[in-house]
Each structure stands twice: as structure tokens, then as C-alpha cells.
């Protein structure tokens, strides 16, 4: 069973950083596709960055140019790195991971295993 962990949450103020670290943990064998989504209140669960096949990056377009995903990171381990945060950008920031080919990286319903969330607060 894969359990990830994630941490880095926490409350900034507009145009801070944060930087959100998911390891996992339980997988053997072949490749572990990992993505960030959130989820604000009353609203669905949005994909916001995600390792595709090959490594390929994958962003939400309200996070392009302000949130990166480090291309060198320790196995199995995924960061999120956000900078010049907005109050759009509050919500509950989830992990997830999939230990097969997916087609769509941002899309929630591609994964099997999602973490238990960190808060990501934005004040104006």
C-alpha cells in the first residue's frame, strides 16, 4: 500500500512562497507518477502540477510562471515549489500518486493514492 506524506503548508501573506514536500512511501516497481491538486472550499478538487511520462512537466494555467515542480529530487519524493501566492490560491493541497501510465497528469481521476492534504493559506 503507498502512503504518501505531505508537509510545507502553512499561511503567507500575498506574494509570499511556500514550498510543499510529499514523500512516498510503500511502492515497488516500475515507475510512481506524482501530481499536486487542491481543493478550496465548495469547490472540486483541481489538478496544479504533475510528472508525466517521460518527466514531462504538467501545470494548471492559474499557476504557470508562479509554481515549479524541481526537476532533480530524490526518489519517490515530490516538492512544490510556490511563489508570488495569490488569495485564489488558498485551499487544502493534496499529493497523489498512481504507479502506472497515466494520460492526463492533471486529472484527479487518473490516481489511486492521495495523502491526507496540507492547508495552504493566502491572506491579502
Known amino acids: 500500500q503507498v502512503h504518501l506524506a505531505e508537509s510545507g503548508g502553512g499561511s503567507v501573506q500575498t506574494g509570499g512562497s511556500l514550498r510543499l514536500d510529499c514523500v512516498a512511501s510503500?511502492?515497488?516497481?516500475?515507475?510512481?507518477?506524482m501530481g499536486w491538486f487542491r481543493q478550496a472550499p465548495g469547490k472540486e478538487r483541481e489538478g496544479v502540477a504533475a510528472?508525466?511520462?517521460?518527466?514531462?512537466?504538467h501545470y494548471a494555467e492559474s499557476v504557470k510562471g508562479r509554481f515549479t515542480i524541481p526537476r532533480f529530487s530524490p526518489g519517490n519524493t515530490l516538492y512544490l515549489e510556490m511563489n508570488n501566492l495569490k488569495p485564489e490560491d488558498t485551499a487544502m493541497y493534496y499529493c497523489?500518486?498512481?504507479?502506472?501510465?497515466?494520460?492526463?497528469?492533471?486529472?484527479?481521476?487518473?490516481?489511486?493514492?492521495w495523502g491526507q492534504g496540507t492547508q495552504v493559506t493566502v491572506s491579502s
Open positions: 497523489a500518486a498512481v504507479g502506472r501510465d497515466i494520460s492526463f497528469p492533471l486529472y484527479r481521476h487518473e490516481y489511486d493514492y
Open positions: 510503500g511502492f515497488s516497481g516500475g515507475d510512481l507518477y
Open positions: 510528472i508525466g511520462k517521460y518527466g514531462f512537466l
